[in-house]
Nanobody, 125 residues
C-alpha cells in the first residue's frame, strides 16, 4: 500500500495562497487516484479534489469555486493542491488520500485505501 506524506500547510491571511504537497514515500502513484480531503473543527471530513495518476480532468468539490488546482508530477511521485483566494472557512486539517484503480471523481464517492497524516491550514481574517 502506498505511504502518503503531506507538507505545505501553515498560517495565511485571507486572500492568500498555499500549496500543499503529497508524496508517495517509497513508491509511486501509478494505478491510483489521489485526492485531498479536509476536516474542520467539529465538522466531518469532506472531499476537496481528486486526480487520476494518469492525469486527465481533475474533479473538485463545489465549494472550491475555481480557487484550488490539483495536479500530479509522476516524476516526483507528488500530488499538489494549489490553493488561492483562501477564506477563513478553508481552515482545516488537509489530508491526502489514495484509491487503487480509482478515477478523479471516485474518491468523492467511495473509500480511500490509504491516508496521510494530515497537514494543518489556518486562514486568518
Amino acid at each position: 500500500q502506498v505511504q502518503l506524506v503531506e507538507s505545505g500547510g501553515g498560517l495565511v491571511q485571507a486572500g492568500g495562497s498555499l500549496r500543499l504537497s503529497c508524496t508517495a514515500a517509497g513508491g509511486t502513484f501509478v494505478g491510483y487516484a489521489v485526492g485531498w480531503f479536509r476536516q474542520a473543527p467539529r465538522k466531518e471530513r469532506e472531499f476537496v479534489a481528486g486526480i487520476s495518476w494518469s492525469g486527465g480532468r481533475p474533479y473538485y468539490a463545489d465549494f472550491v469555486e475555481g480557487r484550488f488546482t490539483i495536479s500530479i508530477d509522476n516524476a516526483k511521485n507528488t500530488v499538489y493542491l494549489q490553493m488561492n483566494s483562501l477564506k477563513p472557512e478553508d481552515t482545516a486539517i488537509y489530508y491526502c488520500a489514495a484509491q487503487t484503480y480509482g478515477s478523479s471523481s471516485s474518491l468523492a464517492r467511495s473509500r480511500a485505501d490509504a491516508w496521510g497524516q494530515g497537514t494543518p491550514v489556518t486562514v486568518s481574517s
